[in-house]
């Protein structure tokens, strides 16, 4: 399998291995949905807050949003089926230990493992279609593959809601044990055997630094409603994270083979596409974490009855994401991302009018409309950005756009957090006197949450505005003197194909 589609047509192997990466981003994606419903359940059983029991998202979003870029440089120099092959593995250990877990810091620690492994198999798995498909089928490819993305979003509320209220929260851990395992099974029968890259090297100093910058960073986002936005841990984190990040845009201009290229960030659509993914997510995620709370706290929905409520946003983009891709190959992608963020901000805004009464149809259509915009944007974008890098900065595009997208989503979390907890007291005094006392706290609640969703909201332009940036609607090209090219290109790679 060689860069730019040249193995495209051997006997249909892109089609395998399009199903091997979709198992691997159906596992990611499920992982956090799956997680989300049974929160209140975790909450219950291991007697802790919604402040505490978030740690159980934040961790497995944190190790996504730092490790990613230095994963998808790993298979740039290693070869990409090791990598993916480890995370799979890696992830499914993790899921055996979480599923065990007595206490909520073990399970969030455990869950910082878990987010490895599924960092592991995110960064490479974009690379390894774009190395598998030609340009011309790259838009429906990427479409094709969100479709696993979206499944793993709607089957993972439905199936955590089941397996919390007929078993345990332990089992949303356990499923993923032998999903993990045929993975490993399947990637190393479809998967071309690689060896190391001749000449290429690990920026370990720059992966740690970068590491340590990101880190900061978004525990200074995270954790800043915990300790206080001006408290010395705050700023002693945002001092470290600035730091930390001069010091890794330094090292990486003088090191002759970078974790990041920082010649691709002169690329529009690789800055663009990134700048739209990282808000489109962090939007998307304040109403993806605050939902399952909505239903089950003000409208007292069993879980089952959450998990089904949740279901209209993935399926509507399981549903265009298809389309969204194919059409992105035709018109370009950058109509394609500005709109389907548009639809984004849409579903956030109509999301504002829902409160202890509204309808189940009123909940439904406005998460299909956000479900919409979700199907028209992933395709596009990961073909927008990955189209327009040299073959061997495929990993490390592949785990930069990885590392933003959930680096967004842990940011959505961390926002809607922040805003329900500044807001809440708030409206709790606004309200007292007006209401029954037993009602005061539900609609204080509500109009917590409704503020949330219009910060989201106010976010998603920003990735509109990033959209309309990119690259024009033809095919992207690259100008390749652009990208400084690292010292094996052109060089001999020794490589091993697999039986």
């Known amino acids: 399998m060689r860069a730019g ?37 975790i909450a219950q059983d291991l007697r802790v807050g919604i402040d505490d029991v978030q740690l159980v998202v934040l961790g497995y979003l944190l190790a996504l949003g730092t490790l990613l870029l230095a994963f998808g440089r790993l298979g740039d120099v290693f070869g990409y089926r090791r990598v993916y092959v480890g995370g799979l593995a890696v992830f499914g250990v993790a899921s055996l230990l979480c599923g065990l877990s007595g206490d909520v810091w073990t399970l969030a620690g455990f869950r910082v493992v878990q987010g490895v492994g599924s960092g592991m198999v995110q960064a490479i798995g974009p690379a390894l279609l774009v190395r598998a498909f030609p340009a011309e089928e790259r838009g429906k490819a990427q479409g094709l593959f969100a479709i696993s993305i979206a499944l793993g979003i709607t089957v993972g509320p439905t199936l955590g809601a089941l397996l919390t209220e007929w078993s345990s929260w332990s089992w949303i851990f356990f499923v993923n044990v032998p999903l993990c395992l045929l993975g490993v099974v399947w990637s190393l029968r479809v998967l071309p055997g690689e060896g190391r890259v001749a000449g290429r090297a690990f920026d370990a100093v720059g992966a740690a630094l970068l ?62 596409g990134n700048a739209s993914v990282l808000v489109a997510f962090a939007a998307l995620f304040t109403a993806t974490f605050l939902v399952p709370f909505y239903l089950q706290d003000v409208r007292g929905f069993s879980v089952i009855q959450t998990g089904l409520f949740l279901t209209p946003l993935p399926l509507a983009t399981l549903i265009v994401a298809p389309f969204g891709g194919a059409l992105s190959d035709r018109v370009g992608p950058r109509a394609l991302t500005a709109s389907g963020t548009a639809f984004i901000c849409g579903g956030l805004v109509l999301l504002t009018g829902i409160d202890a009464s509204t309808a189940a149809f009123g909940l439904v259509w406005r998460l299909a409309v956000a479900g919409v915009g979700l199907g028209l944007f992933i395709g596009a974008n990961q073909s927008l950005v990955l189209g327009a890098v040299p073959p061997d900065r495929l990993g490390m595009t592949s785990g930069m756009l990885a590392q933003v997208r959930n680096t967004g989503q842990a940011f959505g979390v961390a926002l809607a957090g922040a805003v329900v907890a500044a807001r809440l007291p708030f409206h709790t005094r606004e309200l007292a006197g007006t209401l029954p006392g037993s009602l005061v706290e539900r609609e204080a609640f509500v109009r917590a949450i409704h503020d949330a969703f219009y910060a989201g909201a106010v976010v998603c332009v920003l990735g509109i505005l990033a959209s309309l940036l990119s690259e024009g609607a033809g095919p992207v090209t690259v100008d390749r003197g652009s990208v400084r090219a690292a010292p094996a290109d052109g060089m001999k790679t020794e490589r091993t194909e697999a039986p």
């Open 5 to 41: 589609g040249e193995g495209s047509g051997a006997g249909g192997l892109e089609w395998r291995v399009l199903g091997v990466v979709g198992l691997g981003a159906f596992l990611s994606t499920l992982n956090i949905t799956i997680v989300n419903v049974a929160l209140p359940s």
């Open 211 to 272: 590491f340590g910058a990101t880190a900061a960073l978004l525990l200074a986002v995270l954790g800043g409603g915990r300790w206080g936005w001006t408290s010395p841990t705050e700023l002693a984190l945002v001092a470290a994270s600035l730091v930390l990040g001069a010091a890794f845009v330094a090292a990486e201009q003088r090191v002759r083979q970078p974790t990041l290229d920082m010649g691709l960030l002169r690329i529009r659509a690789v800055w663009a």
